[in-house]
């Protein structure tokens, strides 16, 4: 017949100087045991917003062979953030019969009072986790506006220089002087109406053209040809993203045929409009623009490109 023995688990996500650390929550839930004897399971690095954690699974399979009578921990938020995943966890207790503390919070789920508090404390965990999800989302979007390099791949024919805006060091993408020749010729090229993709790829191979040191080929020069960060961002390119449903985040007298522009996915952009131009945002960005505007939307409008 197997021993039945307490577990500690604890979990740390990200060791940074203001969460408390895994030694220090296993002290706080040993005081539990009053002496008593314990097996540990500790997860660093790990995420409370799923269970998808080794030594959290390992607790789990031990609970099912019945090894494990009583589960401790520091917050209940160190084992699980998810409604879904705390309701599953309970089940598997009360079929187990193992009871589940959290030393801080002073749970005891032997009680009906005792459960229906520990399911009110992980309704406001999670809703702590989404708020923090959201803050992070609207903060995106903010610096979107505002002109910033959001990061991802810098587009061909630019490198990233330091500079600061609204006084936060960030990115701004300059042009490589011996390529922005050559970015302008594939933009005229495929404005010229009986001129394909495929004829600015053949043409590209013949002249050993390449994109990034590869060979072009049609999704790459695709991408290239509708990324507004080349364009010389005029009322013309006001009106052509307008019309195709882009959210235009600047003024119309911004747009000067200067800069260039950012094209960032919106917040209720679907699956099936990430093709379009439907609801995007377009930003005037701080770096230069290379290409005409006609260029861009005789060869991105009369063609649909974007369809």
């Given at each position: ?122 309704v406001f965990a999670q809703l702590e986790r989404e708020t923090i999800q ?46 922005i020749e050559q970015i302008s010729l594939l933009f005229e090229m495929y ?117």
């Amino acid at each position: 017949m197997n021993i039945r023995m307490d577990a500690v688990y604890a979990r740390q996500s990200v060791d940074k100087q203001d969460s408390i650390s895994i030694e220090s929550q296993i002290e706080f839930c040993k005081y539990e045991l009053k002496g008593g004897s314990c097996k540990e399971y500790t997860d660093k690095g790990f995420s409370g917003k799923n269970t998808d954690r080794p030594q959290f699974q390992k607790l789990v399979r031990d609970i099912e062979q019945g090894l494990i009578q009583r589960v401790i921990v520091y917050k209940l938020d160190r084992i699980s953030r998810s409604i879904i995943d705390f309701a599953s966890m309970m089940e598997l207790f009360n079929r187990y019969n193992v009871e589940f503390v959290s030393s801080t919070e002073k749970f005891d789920t032997s009680t009906p009072m005792g459960r229906a508090m520990l399911n009110i404390c992980i309704v406001f965990a999670q809703l702590e986790r989404e708020t923090i999800q959201k803050r992070v989302t609207d903060a995106y979007y903010s610096r979107c506006q505002k002109g910033f390099k959001m990061g991802g791949v810098t587009p061909y024919g630019f490198k990233l220089e330091p500079t600061v805006m609204d006084g936060i060091n960030t990115k701004m993408m300059v042009a490589e002087p011996e390529l922005i020749e050559q970015i302008s010729l594939l933009f005229e090229m495929y404005a010229e109406p009986q001129t394909s993709l495929g004829d600015v790829v053949r043409y590209c191979t013949d002249k050993g053209i390449t994109f990034n040191g590869k060979e072009m080929q049609r999704p790459s020069l695709s991408y290239l040809l509708r990324n507004p960060v080349y364009a010389q961002a005029d009322l013309e390119i006001y009106e052509f993203f307008k019309s195709q449903g882009a959210e235009i985040m600047n003024d119309p007298a911004d747009f000067a045929g200067t800069n260039g522009c950012y094209l960032y996915q919106g917040r209720d952009v679907t699956e099936s409009k990430r093709a379009s131009l439907q609801d995007q945002i377009l930003v005037v960005a701080p770096h230069e623009g290379l290409v005409s505007s006609d260029s861009i939307c005789q060869g991105l409008f009369e063609k649909n490109l974007f369809c």
